[in-house]
């Protein structure tokens, strides 16, 4: 049923000068400075971690699937924060919020959910590597080969932007209400969706779907991956063996405990338990924490990413001295 108060328009025939408010963090306007700040050196550590590891994996010349797994995460992460970040750094310069049209808030969130679905499923390319690696280790080299590793990285982005595509385009085909205010500082979907003129739950049902497609799907096939795995550890005698196999997983399970983690938090739930401040505060994580410390847990704990950053200080080394 139309909220009182909806626009008579049609969103396809005004959108080129219709547009929406993000609010940002304008009821903080005291700490303004303060987060602006924040944000900026960490979105700049950002970028400088995920460029080091896609140059030092790029410089490698013999690359092992999982880096190369690696290298396109920190790509997507790179992408990610350029979508989101900058905007959002606006929206805190901006006392009363960021102006961003129609068509630009609806390619914000056609971006971040493609490259959001992108690493739900590089993730379980990932955990496939992992499952080859120490289930079926005779065969990992003749099964993940580069052009097997090549595709499965192209289906991951070709799959979450057609998934993305479909919801974007019905988010932006629903009428909006007079009140363009975005309580966010990005053109997130559920926060879109609260301007949304119906009461019913049928504007949530392209969400659900692209939550199965990208969210609930992905996280079962990886939790199969790990269930073989751990079926696999249980035949292994040596603790040590066991351990160097274990070790190998870590790092994959940490990243995909915190991208699912926040990511379910937001979109797995009903539009009526909608609330802004918190909907800020996880995003903050997953936007800005999130791709800051998958750089960090990969090049801690990742032996042939540590071995890789060990040559370049050699090389650096050598050209400062030669």
């Known amino acids: 049923m139309p909220c009182e108060g909806c626009m008579e328009r049609d969103n396809m ?8 408010l993000l609010l940002g963090f304008s009821e903080l306007l005291c700490l303004r400075v303060l987060l602006f700040l924040i944000f900026l050196i960490v979105h700049l550590v950002t970028l400088a971690g995920n460029m080091m590891v896609i140059v030092a994996v790029v410089m490698e010349p013999s690359r092992p699937p999982m880096l190369f797994f690696l290298c396109q995460l920190s790509v997507i992460e790179l ?17 009363d919020g960021s102006t961003i049209s129609f068509i630009g808030c609806a390619a914000q969130m056609h971006l971040f959910v493609t490259l ?3 690493e739900c499923f590089l993730l379980v390319a990932m955990s496939y590597d992992r499952y080859v690696a120490i289930c079926q280790p005779l065969h990992y080299v003749a099964v993940m080969s580069e052009g097997f590793c090549l595709r499965l990285a192209v ?5 979450a932007f057609a998934v993305a595509l479909g ?15 975005i309580n966010h500082f990005f053109c997130d979907v559920p926060a879109v969706l609260h301007l949304a003129c119906t009461q019913s739950y049928t504007p949530e049902l392209p969400l659900l779907a692209a939550c199965i497609l ?12 790990y269930v073989c795995i751990a ?3 249980l035949h292994i005698t040596s603790s040590v063996g066991r351990g160097k196999a274990l070790s190998t997983c870590i790092s994959h399970l940490a990243i995909t405990l915190l991208h699912y983690g926040s990511a379910t938090f937001i979109y797995i739930r009903p539009k009526s338990s909608y609330s802004p401040a918190q909907d800020k505060v996880v995003s903050l994580v997953y936007t800005n924490i999130t791709p800051l410390l998958y750089p960090l847990v990969y090049s801690l704990r990742n032996k042939e990413m540590r ?5 370049m200080l050699r090389r650096k080394k050598t050209a400062q001295l030669n």
């Not at 990610?80 to 959002?88: G, N, S």
């Open 231 to 233: 079926l696999a550890l």
């Open 155 to 159: 289906v991951c982005s070709l799959g």
């Open 167 to 181: 919801l974007t385009v019905a988010v932006f085909h629903l009428p909006f209400c007079q009140s363009h205010r």
């Open 214 to 225: 990208l969210l609930l799907l992905p996280i079962l096939l990886i939790l199969t991956s």
């Open 13 to 20: 025939s005004t959108g080129a000068t219709m547009e929406f």
């Open 307 to 311: 071995g890789i950053l060990r040559k």
């Open 116 to 118: 959001g679905g992108a």
């Open 79 to 95: 992408c990610y924060t350029l979508v989101i970040v900058p905007k959002a750094l606006l929206t805190l310069i901006v006392v």
